[in-house]
């Protein structure tokens, strides 16, 4: 088929990668209805993929992972830059030429007797001079159909690009053989290249998400002077139709998506307040003509975990999932042909399908405690499904950030919200995120993990050089940087219950935020930060839940643990960094020796 651009740098890398690949068959992703339409029915027909009930579900489709290929694989990732220093301690890394050699004979005729598909995508709306386009060749039905979800994905791309341009970053995707151990996901950030072998889950294969709008954006970012973030943007309406836009960074299991698409407690709602989702997920961020900092969602869907979503929870992400979404590793109810998962509702299916495929009695299965979903099963679903999409969603030149938030999982030490007293010590936050392990992940429940600016698996070049990057966008942004605050929705009393409610309360704490920003409410200044007055957080409707009690302990500052914490942050700066490669700025060790002051004062 023929190529859709006259782009020499496209179709020259296109046809090595058809030489190397040796496909039966190329197929350009044009994006149109009929070419998708014969892709679904393809890939119902051969069982790719599963035809959900499209009365209740119109246009979704289901689809199942082998069973060893269900989550990103951090310890198969890699960072290839030419110096092992340029990928830093955060990275896995291997010289690039030694990576190439490696992985070209496993790509070597690896798509005989199977189609090329060759996608065009726009990571950011087309126009945008924020967006950037990427070129995914895949041998995967499924990557086609889930890119055209999570990106503006067709021919349309090719405008952005023009017919000169070389700035596209090539992505090299085959599910191969699904054989766990010679699964790569490689970034060559030097080269704008993705290569990702041997996977067919979708953080590995939908090459835009991470491995691009992150890890290379990241990259980019700071050759380019902005800013690629794995940060949610949303918007709060206040009654006066006045709309601030915040973005926030939480490493996983702490309820990002949640806090996205949040509906606002009834008082505030009354009033008029109205928060609307820009992206869930990932920010990219540039100074505007104004000099204030813009940021775009990248992406075009939400690559949502499916288990805990249900009406309460992510009402929004959960109404976005009805209509043309893809399901990955839910279970299905067989009867109705609708998908289930742990946390959905109290009735999990008799007739159930869990997600490796077996027909199981779903009451008795999960009664034994065996889950029926996978606790990493998805759903990918487009942003126009959102109830609370934002109008600016498609708005090429992004939206202004009045406030950014850091946050993490903590029972103890941080309070429910501080804010930093400039850029420099916003950054020394960020680096600080950690976050204490759930159960849903693998290994120990409780232990702290640091994850800077929630970006460890994502940063594609040295961490130190990345908070040098932070630190130079400050001192261009000027007075005009976002006010920078940290968050903990996840405080426990003496019992181990939590003691802030979370979830749509969260609004309480953006109100602060947005007052601090805009300079119309006090607060205490601390060692650490400012921390807000007890009677400023609105309790209007939980004041039986939130006594004056609790908001004490919700925002207290226990002077033994920060210095604890900073001991810990020393620690972590000196060995975990420093000693493996990391470039700290000084500015940083600064923030460190003045917090420690002020908690010795
Ligand atoms: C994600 C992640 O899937 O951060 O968004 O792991
Ligand atoms: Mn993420």
């Not at 199977?114 to 039905?141: F, H, N, Q």
């Not at 219950?497 to 979370?502: A, C, E, Q, S, T």
């Not at 302990?553 to 493996?580: F, G, P, Q, T």
Request: proline share 6%; glycine share 8%.
């Amino acid at each position: 088929m023929a190529s859709l651009t006259k782009n020499p740098n496209v179709n020259k890398w296109v046809d090595e990668m058809v030489a190397l690949t040796q496909p039966d068959k190329v197929v350009w992703i044009d994006g149109s209805d009929e070419q998708l339409k014969a892709l679904r029915d393809e890939a119902l027909s051969t069982g790719e993929m599963i035809l959900m009930n499209q009365d209740e579900y119109p246009g979704c489709l289901y689809h199942r992972t082998a069973p060893n290929d269900v989550a990103r694989v951090e310890d198969r990732t890699f960072i290839c830059t030419k110096t092992k220093e340029g990928a830093g301690p955060t990275n896995n890394w291997m010289d690039p030429d030694e990576m190439w050699n490696m992985l070209k004979p496993m790509y070597d005729g690896v798509m005989k007797g199977r189609t090329m598909y060759v996608i065009p995508y726009s990571m950011g709306p087309i126009g945008s001079p924020l967006a950037k386009v990427g070129v995914e060749v895949t041998d995967s039905i499924y990557v086609v159909l889930n890119m055209d979800i999570m990106t503006r994905m067709g021919a349309k791309a090719f405008e952005n690009l023009g017919d000169t341009s070389d700035d596209f970053v090539r992505g090299l995707h085959s599910k191969a053989d699904v054989d766990p151990e010679k699964r790569y996901i490689v970034q060559f950030p030097e080269s704008n290249t993705i290569c990702s072998i041997n996977s067919a889950y979708g953080g590995n294969v939908l090459l835009g998400k991470k491995c691009f709008a992150l890890r290379i954006a990241s990259f980019q970012g700071k050759n380019e002077g902005w800013m690629a973030e794995h940060m949610l943007i949303l918007g709060v309406q206040k009654p006066d139709g006045d709309v601030k836009y915040i973005t926030a960074a939480f490493p996983s299991a702490c309820g990002k998506t949640n806090l996205a698409m949040l509906i606002p407690p009834k008082f505030y709602t009354e009033q008029g307040y109205k928060v609307w989702t820009v992206g869930d997920d990932i920010a990219w961020m540039k100074p505007g003509k104004d000099g204030r900092l813009y940021a775009i969602n990248p992406e075009n869907g939400f690559f949502g975990v499916a288990p805990g979503t249900n009406a309460k929870s992510n009402y929004n992400a959960l109404a976005s999932t009805k209509k043309n979404a893809i399901f990955t590793n839910v279970a299905i109810n067989k009867d109705t042909m609708t998908p289930w998962w742990e946390g959905l509702d109290k009735n999990p299916p008799v007739n159930a399908i869990e997600w490796k495929g077996a027909e199981v009695n779903g009451v008795e299965y999960t009664a034994k405690g065996e889950k029926l979903a996978h606790p990493n099963s998805r759903f990918t679903a487009p942003a126009e499904n959102c109830p609370c999409i934002s109008s600016e969603f498609n708005n090429p030149e992004g939206v202004p950030v009045t406030a950014m938030i850091f946050g993490g999982r903590r029972e103890k030490t941080t309070p429910l919200v501080y804010q930093s007293f400039d850029w420099v010590h916003g950054t020394y936050v960020g680096s600080a995120v950690s976050s204490e392990t759930t159960a849903a992940a693998t290994g120990a429940v409780g232990v702290l993990r640091h994850d800077p600016m929630a970006m460890k698996p994502f940063i594609g070049y040295n961490v130190g050089d990345y908070w040098a990057h932070w630190l130079e966008m400050g001192e261009i942004l000027g007075d005009k940087a976002p006010k920078i605050f940290n968050v903990n929705w996840f405080k426990k009393d003496e019992n181990g219950n939590f003691i802030w409610p979370g979830f749509g309360d969260n609004m309480r704490v953006l109100d602060w935020i947005i007052k601090r920003c805009e300079g119309t409410v006090d607060a205490v200044e601390t060692p650490i930060g400012f921390v807000p007055k007890p009677e400023d957080i609105n309790v209007t409707g939980i004041e039986d839940e939130v006594t004056p009690e609790i908001m004490d302990k919700l925002l207290d500052i226990d002077v033994d643990l920060w210095k604890a914490e900073i001991k810990e942050m020393r620690r972590y700066y000196d060995e975990d960094i420093k000693a493996k490669g990391g470039h700290i700025p000084q500015a940083l060790y600064d923030q460190l020796d003045k917090i420690e002051a002020r908690l010795n004062k």
